[in-house]
């Protein structure tokens, strides 16, 4: 096995048991994260006319915001359900028009919006671990941009 493939290999099974063994708050987090990291790939790609590889990053974005929006669960609070349900269908929308019209802005506005999110989310898992009387995981999760090569892989 080449050192590359090696790598990879190590990288996919320390991703697979981060998985595993995260808490519902933490995979959150972890998807949120991805989608950060995609949108921005394919953002980038877009603004260089690299029009596969805007495709796949904007792709892998769109697809973890559906995730995102169908995972909620209205039977805990319905109203902020369907709060969180129209902000994740607005960002849906937006990202599938940024990429048909290639319009880097509409990207830029789904990326502000993830990382509002994300930064709300890391903020609530805190509050959560306060609660409980534990620290939070890790401490404060650090950004996408942050992060060794061993986060979210491509």
Not at 3 to 25: D, F, G, H, I, K
Not at 35 to 57: T, V, Y
Request: aromatic fraction near 6%; charge should be neutral.
């Amino acid at each position: 096995m080449s050192a590359a493939a090696n790598m990879s290999s190590n990288a996919n099974a320390y991703l697979r048991t981060r998985v595993l063994t995260a808490t519902p708050e933490e995979l959150r987090l972890m998807l949120l994260d991805g989608a950060i990291k995609f949108c921005r790939q394919g953002r980038e790609a877009l603004a260089n006319k690299q029009w596969e590889a805007a495709h796949n990053g904007i792709s892998q974005c769109r697809d973890i915001i559906f995730e995102l929006l169908t995972t909620i669960r209205a039977d805990v609070d319905p109203e902020l359900a369907n709060n969180a349900k129209a902000l994740y269908s607005y960002m849906y929308r937006t990202l599938v028009e940024g990429k048909f019209e290639k319009d880097l802005g509409k990207i830029d506005s789904v990326i502000k919006l993830l990382e509002f999110e994300r930064e709300t989310w890391v903020m609530l898992m805190a509050k959560l671990a306060e609660e409980r009387g534990q620290r939070p995981a890790g401490g404060t999760p650090a950004k996408p941009e942050e992060r060794g090569p061993l986060s979210l892989q491509a």
